[in-house]
């Protein structure tokens, strides 16, 4: 057993105790026992005694812990913001929410940016509506939105005719607003002959550089309502800016390409 892998509880116990004089060098096993089990004492006094031999005062040994235990207290607010989100049948007592609802909530906090990655789109203006009256109203609220357009057996057409016909489809079946988001795709999946190869399969939701949604769900009703599908919601500033940026290098490299009119 290490330092690191004590409880938070323990180490305020020790840095109290050394700082109280109640235990010091040289870190005898009896001394510890109010605070640790048996079997972890020569452990830790061992390890005590190692750190006061690289010339650690038990006060610096104290502040320490301290630090170790405050280390302790960032991962739980950390675990504290994460939630886990969950479409289909539920067993009793269950606290998950619902993939369609932390959707739309995330929709709806979004302020200056948002991005969507997703493989299928189906019944998609009664899922964007509300995004899109958004968008619509709100100029300075900018939408990316990524997406898998492929090609399928025996299409002979261009990747350009193709991704044009993808839009146009896009416009008048998927999307219920005037101010279309940002789109974009792979454009290795239009390649003649590479149908089948490679999917942009990412199912993900990026909001303000602050909200990260990643969810095993695509935007169709079946799978936002009642499929079975497994989600994880943080808010994790550094997290959701990465995704954001991930996305954004793969556009600045040309690697994913704008649909025109997007």
């Not at 040994?61 to 969950?86: F, K, N, P, S």
């Not at 932390?102 to 203006?125: C, D, N, P, W």
Request: proline share 5%; net charge neutral; glycine share 8%.
């Amino acid at each position: 057993m290490s330092l690191m892998s004590l409880p938070r509880g323990v180490l305020v116990q020790l840095a109290d105790a050394l700082r109280q004089g109640r235990i010091k060098p040289p870190f005898r096993t009896f001394s510890l026992h109010q605070a640790l089990e048996p079997a972890a004492r020569a452990e830790i006094a061992t390890e005590l005694l190692r750190l006061s031999e690289l010339g650690m005062e038990p006060a610096a040994l104290a502040a320490t812990l301290e630090l170790l235990a405050q280390g302790h207290d960032e991962r739980q607010r950390i675990q504290d913001r994460l939630e886990l989100v969950w479409t289909g049948p539920e067993p009793a007592g269950s606290t998950t929410r619902d993939t369609g609802v932390v959707v739309q909530e995330l929709f709806a906090r979004a302020k200056r940016r948002l991005l969507i990655a997703t493989f299928v789109i189906y019944q998609g203006r009664d899922l964007f509506r509300a995004l899109a009256a958004r968008m619509d109203a709100e100029p300075g609220l900018a939408v990316q939105l990524f997406l898998h357009v492929g090609r399928e057996k025996n299409d002979h057409r261009t990747p350009g005719q193709i991704a044009a016909a993808f839009l146009n489809r896009f416009k008048q079946e998927a999307w219920p607003g005037k101010r279309l988001p940002e789109l974009y795709y792979d454009p290795r999946s239009l390649e003649p002959g590479g149908q089948g190869r490679l999917n942009l399969h990412a199912k993900c939701i990026a909001v303000d550089d602050r909200w990260l949604f990643v969810t095993s769900a695509n935007f169709t009703e079946a799978a936002q309502q009642r499929n079975v599908e497994l989600g994880i919601l943080a808010e994790n500033p550094s997290l959701a800016r990465h995704l954001r940026e991930q996305f954004e290098h793969l556009v600045v490299e040309g690697q994913l390409k704008r649909l025109d009119g997007g």
